[in-house]
């Protein structure tokens, strides 16, 4: 294989996988835009959704579809409760609070799903012959995985921009109050940005392990999440999205040229190094916008 095409592998790979982390930067941002709350269990909302179609998958017998139905029923009604029970009785509390929650909730999650999804095995991955473009093999079960993401990321886009709820819930992060004043129900909405958090969890947790065989070591994946949201802009599909590309490609490309040369996982901490580099010159992220109040 040629320096380039070696090259153009690389960055395909890298693409490929980013598709996979903007669906799970997005099931952080969908609360973020709504609610203005940053939930930091997000790779354990995923590690969770995966494990539910895995059951639905071997314990229940059913198929790819009918599993997918089911982990989505199971992680909307999780989310929703969550909300419901706990973000609920926390309203007017301190941001750090709020943090601290869903900190303690991804804790939770990772030893409660342990053991009671202890003797399901994981969604087993889809093996497909490559696809080989112009002398650049592309996996095709990621490619898939890619296509699906990317398909779920301007739904919820279009989503958020064209529905009457996704207006709603733009208005209701923009202003709480003149949002009550005009007659949108909060508690209503703030429950339909969980439920799509919960839904998105199964769909990238589930492309992420078939994709990939990843098995349920996906709560890593959260630790990815942080700089894609942060460089692109906490409230910015669109940034996330950019920030989520431009993550894969560099670990990507950091896994094939400078892991084997410092013989170390340099590839894992290249995100957060440029995650640091931006801050230093747009604190707010490429596509966010600083919040300004009048005094």
Not at 28 to 33: G, Q
Not at 81 to 102: D, E, W, Y
Not at 175 to 180: S, Y
Not at 223 to 246: H, N, Q
């Amino acid at each position: 294989m040629t320096d380039a095409v070696f090259v153009t592998f690389l960055v395909v790979d890298g693409a490929l996988a980013g598709a996979i982390y903007a669906l799970v930067g997005l099931a952080f941002v969908v609360v973020y835009k709504a609610c203005r709350i940053a939930n930091f269990a997000v790779g354990e909302f995923v590690v969770l959704a995966s494990r539910m179609v895995a059951a639905g998958f071997h314990a229940l017998g059913l198929g790819l579809g009918g599993a997918v139905g089911v982990g989505c029923i199971g992680m909307a009604a999780t989310a929703i409760a969550f909300n419901r029970l706990v973000l609920r009785r926390l309203a007017g509390q301190p941001v750090m609070t709020l943090i601290m929650v869903t900190i303690g909730l991804g804790a939770l999650m990772r030893g409660a799903t342990a053991i009671v999804f202890r003797a399901v095995p994981p969604m087993p991955p889809v093996l497909l012959e490559p696809i080989v473009v112009a002398g650049v093999p592309i996996s095709t079960d990621k490619l898939i995985a890619a296509v699906v993401a990317v398909a779920c990321v301007a739904a919820v886009g279009a989503f958020f921009r064209a529905s009457r709820t996704g207006l709603a819930l733009r208005a209701i992060a923009s202003n709480p109050q003149q949002a009550m004043g005009v007659g949108i129900d909060l508690h209503r909405h703030f429950a339909i940005a969980w439920a799509m958090v919960g839904v998105l969890s199964v769909v990238a947790g589930t492309l992420w392990t078939i994709a990939t065989g990843g098995g349920f070591g996906l709560s890593l994946i959260g630790l990815k999440v942080f700089p894609i949201v942060i460089v692109g802009g906490l409230d910015s599909i669109i940034g996330t999205v950019v920030g989520a590309f431009f993550v894969g490609i560099l670990e990507s490309l950091a896994a094939g040229y400078v892991d084997p040369v410092v013989g170390s996982a340099f590839s894992q901490v290249a995100a957060y190094l440029v995650l640091v580099a931006v801050l230093f010159v747009r604190p707010f992220g490429l596509f966010g916008r600083p919040t300004i109040q009048r005094m």
